[in-house]
C-alpha cells in the first residue's frame, strides 16, 4: 500500500524558512514524479514543485521560483521541500503527490499524502 507522509508544516513569521517532508513507502518511486501542492483556504489545490525521482529534474511554480527548492534523498525515500522568504500568500495545507507522469493539474496525481499546514504570519 502506497503511503505519502507530509511532515514539517507549522507557524512561521513572514521572511522565515520551512523545510517540509515526504517519506513515501510502499512501491518503488525510481520512475515517479513526486510533487508538492497547496490548498489555501477557499481556493484550488494548485501545484507547487515537481522533482522527476531518478534523474533529479525539478519543476516550480512561477511564485516560488528562487524561494522554493524541491529535492529527494534516494536512501531514506524522502522528498523535501525547503520553503524561504515565506510570505502570508504561502499559507496553505501543503500535499505531497505521486505519479509516473508529470502534470500540473490536481487530478492527474495518483497517490496523495494527508497534508501538512503551513502558516505565514505578518
Known amino acids: 500500500q502506497v503511503q505519502l507522509v507530509e511532515s514539517g508544516g507549522g507557524l512561521v513569521q513572514a521572511g522565515g524558512s520551512l523545510r517540509l517532508s515526504c517519506a513515501a513507502s510502499?512501491?518503488?518511486?525510481?520512475?515517479?514524479?513526486m510533487g508538492w501542492f497547496r490548498q489555501a483556504p477557499g481556493k484550488e489545490r494548485e501545484f507547487v514543485a515537481a522533482?522527476?525521482?531518478?534523474?533529479?529534474?525539478?519543476h516550480y511554480v512561477d511564485s516560488g521560483k528562487g524561494r522554493f527548492t524541491i529535492s529527494r534523498d534516494n536512501a531514506k525515500n524522502t522528498v523535501y521541500l525547503q520553503m524561504n522568504s515565506l510570505k502570508p500568500d504561502d499559507t496553505a495545507v501543503y500535499y505531497c503527490?505521486?505519479?509516473?507522469?508529470?502534470?500540473?493539474?490536481?487530478?492527474?496525481?495518483?497517490?496523495w499524502g494527508q497534508g501538512t499546514q503551513v502558516t505565514v504570519s505578518s
Open positions: 510502499g512501491r518503488t518511486f525510481s520512475r515517479y514524479y
Open positions: 522533482i522527476n525521482w531518478s534523474e533529479g529534474n525539478t
Open positions: 503527490a505521486a505519479d509516473p507522469r508529470l502534470s500540473l493539474w490536481v487530478s492527474d496525481w495518483r497517490y
